[in-house]
Structure formats: structure tokens, C-alpha cells
Antibody, heavy 118, light 109 residues
Framework: EVQLLESGGGLVQPGGSLRLSCADS????????MSWVRQAPGKGLEWVSGIGGSGDSTYYADSVKGRFTISRDNSKNTLYLQMNSLRAEDTAVYFC???????????WGQGTLVTVSS | EIVLTQSPGTLSLSPGERATLSCRASQSVSSSYLAWYQHKPGQAPRLLIY???TRATGIPDRFSGSGSGTDFTLTISRLEPEDFAVYYCQHYGTSPTWTFGQGTKVEIK
């Protein structure tokens, strides 16, 4: 069974940086596109970024373009999200999601909370 | 940019009742790229329906999806206690990008 586990969340000051990780177990990680989706407090789901199985193709929502970088290490079955120049509005639970059937998100992690505050 | 508008914002129903959730796109979209997710507080979201009408693996047949063009519907034929949650429609578009609706909360009446 696919299992995704996010880590790396925490409290960071505005303008700071944080790197999230998502470790996979249970399926062929390198075969599938991956994404990050977030949910701000009291809000709905928002897609943040996606990456192809090989890591060659990356995609970003306009709200994070130029500040966030998605990457993956298929040898470690791990997805990353480097978040720079963080803003209060980036405060959210961040979920990683796997597209085992493109382009849908069949498998999700439990999420990791990022709080941007001084 | 396609905007997905879900209605109603909240649906108050009793177990055993039928739930009908709407998702309207700001312009015509391909049914192949329309999905529905269920999300409960503190849990991972779950894919219910993809391609507008195909149930994902393990999803009970009381969940069904329909629609085309700009109007899509998720129907839960008879609500079970575990079905009370927030439901999101989602569209995959060019660039590529993924867009979610704002969600419909199905609560116990």
C-alpha cells in the first residue's frame, strides 16, 4: 500500500525559508508524478507545485512561482519543497500527493503544518 | 484561468438522505480532467471520482459523478455517518495547473 509521510514543517519568520520532505513507501516512486497541495486555516485546498516522475518537468502555481522549488530524489524515494521568502499567507498544512493515474491525486500524505509568523 | 464554483457551501442532511453537490466551471472543460475529493479534518484527502464519472479504487457505489461542459455533479445516494465531510471538485488544465473548487461541507442535520 502506498504511504506518504511529510516532514519539515514548523514555525518560521516572514522572509525565512523552510524545506519540506515527503517520503514514500509502497509503490514505484520514480514512475509517478508528485505534487504539493496546501490548505490554509479555514480555507480550501490549493495546488502549489508538481513534478514529473523523472524530475525534469516542474510546475508552479502563480502564488509561489519564483519563491518555491520542487524537486525529487528517486534514489531516496523522497519529494522536496524548498520554500523561500515565506509570507504570512503561506501558512497552511502542506500535503504531498502522488498521481499514480495521471493527472489525479490518488495517494496523499497526512500533511505537515507550516506557520509563517513573527 | 478556469474557476470552479461549488454549491451549496454547506449541505445539512441526515444519514440515509441523498446529497447532490454541484461544481460549475467558468468555461467549458474536458470531463476527462474533472475529479472529486473527500476531505475530513485532520486526515488526508481522498480521491472519489475521476474523469467526471469513474469511481476511484475502493469507493462505494453510493458515490456517483456526472456532468459535462461547465456543470458537474457529485451524488451520494444514501448518506452514511462516515460521509460527512468537505467535498472538492478539481480540474486539471493546461500549463499544467490544477484548480480546486472552494468546497462543499456536508454536515449532519
Amino acid at each position: 500500500e502506498v504511504q506518504l509521510l511529510e516532514s519539515g514543517g514548523g514555525l518560521v519568520q516572514p522572509g525565512g525559508s523552510l524545506r519540506l520532505s515527503c517520503a514514500d513507501s509502497g509503490f514505484t516512486f520514480s514512475s509517478h508524478a508528485m505534487s504539493w497541495v496546501r490548505q490554509a486555516p479555514g480555507k480550501g485546498l490549493e495546488w502549489v507545485s508538481g513534478i514529473g516522475g523523472s524530475g525534469d518537468s516542474t510546475y508552479y502555481a502563480d502564488s509561489v512561482k519564483g519563491r518555491f522549488t520542487i524537486s525529487r530524489d528517486n534514489s531516496k524515494n523522497t519529494l522536496y519543497l524548498q520554500m523561500n521568502s515565506l509570507r504570512a499567507e503561506d501558512t497552511a498544512v502542506y500535503f504531498c500527493a502522488a498521481s499514480t493515474t495521471w493527472p489525479y491525486f490518488q495517494h496523499w500524505g497526512q500533511g505537515t503544518l507550516v506557520t509563517v509568523s513573527s | 484561468e478556469i474557476v470552479l464554483t461549488q454549491s451549496p457551501g454547506t449541505l445539512s442532511l441526515s444519514p440515509g438522505e441523498r446529497a447532490t453537490l454541484s461544481c460549475r466551471a467558468s468555461q467549458s472543460v474536458s470531463s476527462s480532467y474533472l475529479a472529486w475529493y473527500q476531505h475530513k479534518p485532520g486526515q488526508a484527502p481522498r480521491l472519489l471520482i475521476y474523469g467526471a464519472s469513474t469511481r476511484a479504487t475502493g469507493i462505494p457505489d453510493r458515490f456517483s459523478g456526472s456532468g459535462s461542459g461547465t456543470d458537474f455533479t457529485l451524488t451520494i445516494s444514501r448518506l452514511e455517518p462516515e460521509d460527512f465531510a468537505v467535498y472538492y471538485c478539481q480540474h486539471y488544465g493546461t500549463s499544467p495547473t490544477w484548480t480546486f473548487g472552494q468546497g462543499t461541507k456536508v454536515e449532519i442535520k
